[in-house]
């Protein structure tokens, strides 16, 4: 199960930091991504932090302002966004997956969700 949390509404330009806690045995084996969904609009990918490695990938509109990281004795992910921008507004879901998958970016290739967290930002 995935517990995401952090979201809330913020004014252009500022900062949010969301959390997603994972209750697995085995954390530091699963691939954790980040996914949004804006209203009327289909989810895309946002990023993905590989297990172990720790090796992080970011669709192009949040390279340089955000930054996944993770903390494995804490099985938990956490999202850094800065600078945000008012089209960043979406309900934003963590997942996750054992092991690697090259096609991280489909949302098909994740077997585990979170509720959805919303993140509004103002103009």
């Known amino acids: 199960q995935l517990q995401a949390s952090g979201g809330g509404l913020v004014q252009a330009g500022g900062s949010l930091r969301l959390s997603c806690a994972a209750s697995v045995r085995t954390f530091s084996t699963y691939t954790m991504a980040w996914f949004r969904q804006a209203p009327g609009k289909e989810r895309e990918f946002v990023t993905v932090i590989r297990g172990n490695s720790g090796t992080t990938y970011y669709t192009d509109s949040v390279k340089g302002r955000f930054t996944l990281s993770r903390d494995n004795a804490k099985s938990t992910v956490y999202l850094q966004m800065n600078s945000l921008k008012p089209e960043d507004t979406a309900v934003y879901y963590c997942?996750?997956?054992?092991?690697?998958?090259?096609?991280?970016?489909?949302?098909?290739?994740?077997?585990?969700w979170g509720q959805g967290t919303l993140v509004t930002v103002s103009s």
């Open positions: 997942a996750a997956r054992q092991y690697w998958h090259v096609s991280y970016s489909y949302a098909t290739n994740y077997i585990s």
